[in-house]
């Protein structure tokens, strides 16, 4: 199982980043997917999961009606639309999978991550 993230940088508050994630190694389609985040200093948090096939989404509270995931299964790739940045979103951020989406467990239960990209929110 490989996940790369990409698409971080450096963005005012209020701005945009999209972040997308390459999948290779498994059979993807079969896979919920998902983003994480962690701050320094602070424990991993999910942002969101979307089961395998796209047809359901699910949000971190905080992050409901800015952020937006979605996946194309034929490209194996997911993506995170980040929009209304705040400077409390600024942190590490990870895309993982899982047999399926599990909103009442850490981080959706996401099990295979691969390395952050860094999102840094700040004037």
């Known amino acids: 199982v490989q996940l790369q993230a990409s698409g971080g940088g450096l963005v005012q508050p209020g701005g945009s980043l999209s972040l997308a994630c390459a999948a290779s190694?498994?059979?993807?389609?079969?896979?919920?997917a998902g983003w994480f985040r962690q701050a320094p200093g602070e424990e991993r948090e999910g942002v969101a999961c979307i089961t395998n096939t796209g047809s359901s989404t699910y949000y971190h509270d905080p992050v409901r009606g800015r952020f937006t995931v979605s996946r194309d299964n034929d490209k194996k790739m997911v993506y995170l639309q980040m929009n209304s940045l705040k400077p409390e979103d600024m942190a590490l951020y990870y895309c993982?999978?899982?047999?399926?989406?599990?909103?009442?467990?850490?981080?959706?239960?996401?099990?295979?991550w691969g390395k952050g990209t860094l999102v840094t929110v700040s004037s």
């Open positions: 190694g498994f059979s993807f389609a079969d896979y919920a």
């Open positions: 993982g999978t899982t047999l399926r989406c599990q909103p009442s467990r850490p981080i959706y239960g996401l099990e295979s």
